[in-house]
Nanobody, 130 residues
Framework: QVQLVETGGGLVQDGDSLRLSCAASGRTFSDTYTMAWFRQAPGKELEFVALVLRSSRSTYYADSVEGRFTISRDNAKNTVFLQMNGLKPEDTAVYYC??????????????????????WGQGTQVTVSS
């Protein structure tokens, strides 16, 4: 079992920055897990934001956040980060950290889907005021 706990959300203004953290724990957690961030705005579906592949550390982003958000991981601390710069009101959402075990290669397009992830955090609210 893997537990994920997100921190770092809050209320900021248009153009500000925030850094989200996701601490992973559990007997089976290791750097073989692909980690991702998703978000859900009020009245909208869950949306892919960014992912970082297991130990290769390759990263992928949604077009809406490319160039503004950076995902990274510290495998020694079992923590994943999402640095969010240039925040916009449309970034307002609950942000969720997710993890999936990837011991064999999987298509990145599949890893951008929420259904691929078994473990989820409780979410952290990010609100960007205009």
């Amino acid at each position: 079992q893997v537990q994920l706990v997100e921190t770092g959300g809050g209320l900021v203004q248009d153009g500000d920055s925030l850094r989200l953290s996701c601490a992973a724990s559990g007997r089976t957690f290791s750097d073989t897990y692909t980690m991702a961030w998703f978000r859900q705005a009020p009245g909208k579906e869950l949306e892919f934001v960014a992912l970082v592949l297991r130990s290769s550390r390759s990263t992928y982003y949604a077009d809406s956040v490319e160039g503004r958000f950076t995902i990274s991981r510290d495998n020694a601390k079992n923590t994943v980060f999402l640095q969010m710069n240039g925040l916009k009101p449309e970034d307002t959402a609950v942000y969720y950290c997710a993890a999936t075990l990837t011991t064999t290669p999987r298509a990145v397009i599949d890893l951008m889907s929420a259904r691929e992830y078994k473990y989820w955090g409780q979410g952290t609210q990010v609100t960007v005021s205009s």
